[in-house]
Structures are given as structure tokens and as C-alpha cells.
Nanobody, 122 residues
Framework: VQLQAFGGGLVQPGGSLTLSCTAS????????WGWYRQAPGKQRELVAR?????????NYADTVKDRFTILRDNLKYKATLEMNSLKPEDTAVYYC???????????????WGQGTLVTVSS
């Protein structure tokens, strides 16, 4: 199983950007999708998380609430992070994350995608 994240780039303060992450390989079910970020010199932190096939539960870091939205597309094994009103402090490498199982008998396992850099600067 592989997770591939893309969509990062340079954006001006106040702008918008959408990150995407797709999962490939043998996948039975993806229970959790998440986005984390790591700014230079800081620890990796949770940005947003969506749980359940129907996205029954979402969690956001306080710093991104009302600005970011996490969505999932179960048919495409894909998650997106819509980021609006971006601020310079949102600059970081963003990582996607998924908890999924590869067969009907295994527990969910955690997978990480490679990071994608988001730079918010004028």
C-alpha cells in the first residue's frame, strides 16, 4: 500500500490551496484519513482527521478550524484538504495519513504519505 500526496506549492497570504492524497494497493477499508504538518524546527502536528466510511467524525487543530476542510472520496481511495485564508504560519510540510486494512482478517494499520511542501508568503 502506498499513499501519495500532492498539491503543495507557494501561495500568498489569504489564498487557498487544496492538497490531495490517494491510496493505492490492496485495500479493503480505510477507516481514518488524516493530514499532519511539520514546520521547520517544530514537531509534527495533527491538522485534520476524518473517521468512518461516511466521514462521521472530523477533528481539526484549533489553528485551522473554519479555514480548512478535510474530505474523503471512498470510491477513489482519496482524501483532500481544502485550505482557505492561508497564513504564513501555515507554512509546513504536509503529510497525509491513513489507517486501513489490506484484508478482512487484519486490524487497521497506519500508513504515511510523503510530504508536500506548502509555503505561504508574499
Amino acid at each position: 500500500v502506498q499513499l501519495q500526496a500532492f498539491g503543495g506549492g507557494l501561495v500568498q497570504p489569504g489564498g487557498s490551496l487544496t492538497l490531495s492524497c490517494t491510496a493505492s494497493g490492496t485495500i479493503i477499508d480505510i477507516n481514518v484519513w488524516g493530514w499532519y504538518r511539520q514546520a521547520p524546527g517544530k514537531q509534527r502536528e495533527l491538522v485534520a482527521r476524518i473517521t468512518g466510511y461516511r466521514g462521521d467524525s472530523t477533528n481539526y487543530a484549533d489553528t485551522v478550524k473554519d479555514r480548512f476542510t478535510i474530505l474523503r472520496d471512498n470510491l477513489k481511495y482519496k482524501a483532500t484538504l481544502e485550505m482557505n485564508s492561508l497564513k504564513p504560519e501555515d507554512t509546513a510540510v504536509y503529510y497525509c495519513y491513513a489507517e486501513l486494512n489490506e484484508d478482512y482478517y487484519s486490524a487497521y494499520k497506519a500508513y504515511w504519505g510523503q510530504g508536500t511542501l506548502v509555503t505561504v508568503s508574499s
